[in-house]
């Protein structure tokens, strides 16, 4: 069964304490990992689209790399408004993008 | 760019009423989704289509029913709506089926008393 895991659920970091959010996943033709931010009461923002493994992304603060089983997202030198749920989705053949339940990272002064 | 907008925010409902989401993308995007969000689970996909025309069940279709009116436009009925359909709902487009990332809508978050 196609399965996405994220971990760890929550994460509170202090300002400037770099850590990593991990998504593993159980898949069969992996076409592609996203990842999301998702702030409280809206939508999920597209962040990143990782397609093979050994891929890496970049954007600020925040980067993705992928491998055959997992992907993390690292965060160098958090500020409090980086914090948001993370969500993690694999994509699966031409219909099928399997969502994670998300880390919920809070990032204090 | 407004990207993808949703009508109404907020909606609450009796058991047994209906209602439509309404959801608009103006990127010129060929495939739309429908979504579903509860606490500690994954964004569950309701039906999409892939293209103007078209529409498939997702992986929780009971309950819903949709209509792709244009290129622009997808919306999601709740014929006759149940406690367990109390949710988010967000609407989401992509450039082509599987291929594209998917952009997603604000959200309408719904109660059905």
């Known amino acids: 069964e196609d399965q996405v895991t994220q971990s760890p659920e929550a994460l509170r970091l202090q300002e400037g304490e770099s850590s990593s959010l991990n998504c593993s996943y159980t898949?069969?033709?992996?076409?592609?990992l996203f990842w999301y931010r998702q702030d409280p009461g809206k939508g999920p923002e597209f962040l990143f689209t990782l397609y093979s493994a050994g891929e890496e992304k970049e954007k600020e603060r925040l980067k993705a790399t992928l491998t055959k089983k997992e992907s993390f997202l690292h965060i160098t030198a958090p500020k409090p408004e980086d914090s948001a749920t993370y969500l993690c989705?694999?994509?699966?053949?031409?219909?099928?993008?399997?969502f994670g339940t998300g880390t919920r990272l809070q990032v204090f002064p | 760019n407004a990207g993808v907008t949703q009508t109404p925010k907020f909606q609450v409902l009796k058991t047994g009423q209906s209602m439509t989401l309404q959801c608009a993308q103006d990127m010129n995007h060929n495939s739309m989704y429908w979504y579903r969000q509860d606490p500690g689970m994954g964004l569950r996909l309701i039906y999409y289509s892939a293209s103007e025309g078209t529409t498939d069940k997702g992986e929780v279709p009971n309950g819903y029913n949709v209509s792709r009116l244009n290129k622009r436009e997808f919306s999601l009925r709740l014929e006759s709506a149940a406690p367990s359909q109390t949710s988010v709902y967000f609407c989401?487009?992509?450039?082509?089926?599987?291929?594209?990332?998917?952009?997603f809508g604000p959200g309408t978050r719904l109660t059905v008393l």
């Open positions: 989401a487009s992509s450039g082509a089926l599987g291929v594209d990332t998917q952009y």
């Open positions: 898949v069969s033709g992996l076409r592609g």
């Open positions: 989705a694999v994509q699966v053949g031409t219909d099928k993008l399997i």
